[in-house]
């Protein structure tokens, strides 16, 4: 297993660098009644702008199997991609996680994390920010359930590290500024997702008492209907096309189950779908038009690739890249 450095707040500096996962048992530090950090001004920056004035050690993320951009933030808070396989989730139950946070829209691996002793909690958010009531959730959940917690949305870099900030003040006790600066400087949470910066550098964060008084079962599942399913499911799909594409558009020995054609024509599929489950809303011209376009270049591509004409095959992934950047830079939330 390859380690790369990851994180770990000490007492004497506040910042030092934790060495690899293998063969370590994080032990979850209890905090009984830890103090919220006053939210912070921004006055005429953004809190993005604010996450770079701290200034931290250069981080790299752990890359295991199954498990990338992992970050240890403290004894108590790793966060990172979602877990791919069991294997990467037996691998959070080596390193001695014992809940497993998802802020994705995907529903998790219930059944396969319990069955290795892991307890999954369902928040899902989105990339605008952090509700209310979600946070509540969040809080709730640092405070009562058993750590260390490993926290992830898909790619482990916007939503999941927002989530795992809010852990780090409500649970560790850590300064807002620092939590902020973890998400730019180490997780790489991009500053088009102001809303995530603001949920914790801003947002109102209950008080222990509040959160022992807030109802909430710790829901495994938190179910997603209609569009916004179909984009969480179309999302890997894209995902797996873009890596045939890097490999010639050839299936990779190491992924033979990954067939061009075959995730092609998914994409296909779920951009029908998408079309039929909107139909009915409110939307602009512009949103009908993009799903004309993505879903016209995604019949084009299961096309290009029948007929084994890689110049059409090409010209049709670039259409559904854009069309899917332009897509989610006016929607994605929506």
Known sequence: MRSNPITLLTLALALALLGACAGRSPVRTVVQDPRVPQPLTLGD????????RLELPQVAPGEYPGLHNVFRLSNSILCGAEPADDAALA??????VRTVISV????????AAA?????????????????????DRLAKTFRELEGPFYVHCYHGKHRGPAAAALGRVVLD???????IAEMRQWCST??????????????????????AAYEYDFAPVHRIEGARAVMVAMTRYWD????????????????????PLREAQQVREHYESFEAESKGEERPEEYWQLLEVGRAASEQLVDALEAGKLEEVEEAYGVLKANCLECHAGYRNQ
């Open 45 to 52: 920056q953004t809190a993005f702008e604010l996450a770079g």
């Open 91 to 96: 691998q959070l139950g080596e390193w001695g």
């Open 104 to 111: 994705d829209g995907k529903a998790p691996e219930v059944e």
């Open 115 to 135: 069955a290795l002793g892991l307890r999954y909690v369902h928040v899902p958010i989105q990339y605008t920010g952090i509700s209310e009531d979600q946070v």
């Open 173 to 179: 006790g850590l300064e807002r500024d620092q939590a």
């Open 190 to 211: 991009s500053e088009k997702y102001e809303g995530l910066y603001q949920a914790v550098a801003t947002g109102e964060l209950p008080t222990t008492k509040a959160s």
């Open 240 to 259: 797996r096309v873009r890596d045939v594409r890097r490999n010639g558009w050839q299936v990779d020995p190491q992924h033979p189950d990954v067939d």
